[in-house]
């Protein structure tokens, strides 16, 4: 089975900072993956898939990168409603599987 | 609008057995892959099943194989997941998720296993 790993499992940042989150496959996945961000009390919400393509009506400041086996989410600017849990996602072949999680709690 | 409504949670013994079901509206249900993912409190997210589009194909996380079934009605635009066996660890909020890459989940159930 692929692992997923989300480095850093927590990330401190400031209204308006710029913050990568990294998630590693243990094996090529090409740009099979997807970012998912959860807020305490709700289902996830789907940011990004094909490790790059954003879902209708996220804002632009979310982006994602990579292939293979290392990806990157970014946001460009953070805002309050960020302050939030972000996975990632292995989605082709069975089983999938999601990173351990990065929260991003306000510094 | 795209909607998925879980149901059927609840607090249940170890060893018995729970179905819950995800009644689905705002689109063509028959057209699209049903996945359920649960999280156990505090913790992340696992993928636990997904049933094709017309029933034909299902895959299970390896913690479930043998115990949970997935299926579905496209005549009810309902994906259910009967649960038997059931243990501790498998206390968490069930959600289901529509498309191959999860793109809209619904609200989740919850499911308690204690004695």
């Known amino acids: 089975d692929i692992q997923m790993t989300q480095s850093p499992s927590t990330l401190s940042a400031s209204v308006g900072d710029r913050v990568t989150i990294t998630c590693r496959a243990s094996?090529?996945?090409?740009?099979?993956l997807a970012w998912y961000q959860q807020t305490p009390g709700k289902a996830p919400k789907l940011l990004i898939y094909?490790?790059?393509i954003l879902q209708s009506g996220v804002p632009s400041r979310f982006s994602g990168s990579g292939s293979g086996t290392e990806f990157t989410l970014t946001i460009s600017s953070l805002q309050p409603d960020d302050f939030a849990t972000y996975y990632c996602l292995y989605y082709n072949g069975y089983p999938y599987t999601f990173g351990q999680g990065t929260k991003l709690e306000i510094k | 609008q795209v909607q998925l409504v879980e149901s059927g949670g609840g607090v249940v013994q170890p060893g018995r057995s729970l179905r819950l079901s995800c009644a689905a509206s705002?689109?063509?249900?028959?057209?699209?892959?049903v996945h359920w993912v649960r999280q156990a409190p505090g913790k992340g997210l696992e993928w636990v099943a997904i049933?094709?589009?017309?029933?034909?194909?299902?895959h299970y996380a390896d913690s479930v194989k043998g115990r949970f079934t997935i299926s579905r009605d496209n005549s009810k635009n309902t994906v259910y997941l009967q649960m038997n066996s059931l243990r501790a660890e498998d206390t968490a909020m069930y959600y289901c998720?529509?498309?191959?890459?999860?793109?809209?989940w619904g609200q989740g159930t919850l499911v308690t296993v204690s004695s």
């Open positions: 094909k490790a790059s």
């Open positions: 705002g689109f063509t249900f028959s057209s699209y892959a």
């Open positions: 094996q090529s996945i090409s740009s099979w």
């Open positions: 049933i094709s589009y017309d029933g034909g194909n299902k």
């Open positions: 998720v529509r498309m191959r890459w999860l793109d809209y």
